[in-house]
């Protein structure tokens, strides 16, 4: 593991851990998402792959400069070079781990009826309506 890795991570915000762990063994040093990547509306000028660390977030050079309050008082310390984030590769992965989490929702749901949970109480848990819990995970976990 490289300076930064476990910057990079936290910036994933959990989306790329698997991705991550997967490239390690094959490709050698890993991308290290800038903090701002996965929040496109708030910094579009992002870059998307860091280049700095100050304190423990990671920035691209376009946020580096953007900061404003942002790590005050502490010296941005310069990445080792490394691959720059294949955004499509990105996008891939944030597919699996969304098709993950469905599934361990699902799962979770199945779980809770089979405990003889309302589909009341669940439709609470998801802040949706008892109609809409049913409609949407009724099949899959045995109405
Ligand atoms: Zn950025």
Do not use: N
């Not at 994933?12 to 998402?33: C, F, I, T």
């Not at 996965?38 to 700095?52: F, K, L, S």
């Not at 005050?72 to 992965?93: H, I, N």
């Amino acid at each position: 593991m490289r300076a930064g890795d476990d910057v990079g991570r936290r910036s994933w915000q959990g989306l790329a851990v698997s991705g991550q762990r997967r490239q390690a063994g094959l490709d050698g040093p890993l991308p290290v998402l800038c903090y701002y990547a996965a929040d496109p509306a708030r910094r579009p000028g992002c870059a998307v792959t860091a280049e700095v660390v100050i304190g423990p977030v990671a920035l691209c050079g376009a946020c580096e400069r953007a900061r404003s309050s942002l790590g005050k008082g502490v010296a941005a310390r310069r990445l080792p070079p490394g691959p720059a984030v294949d955004v499509l590769a990105w996008v891939g992965e944030a597919d699996a781990v969304a098709g993950q989490v469905q599934a361990r929702l699902a799962a979770a749901v199945r779980r809770a009826r089979l405990r003889g949970h309302s589909w009341a109480e669940i439709a609470g848990r998801l802040g949706v309506t008892r109609q809409a819990a049913q409609q949407r995970f009724g099949r899959a976990a045995g109405r």
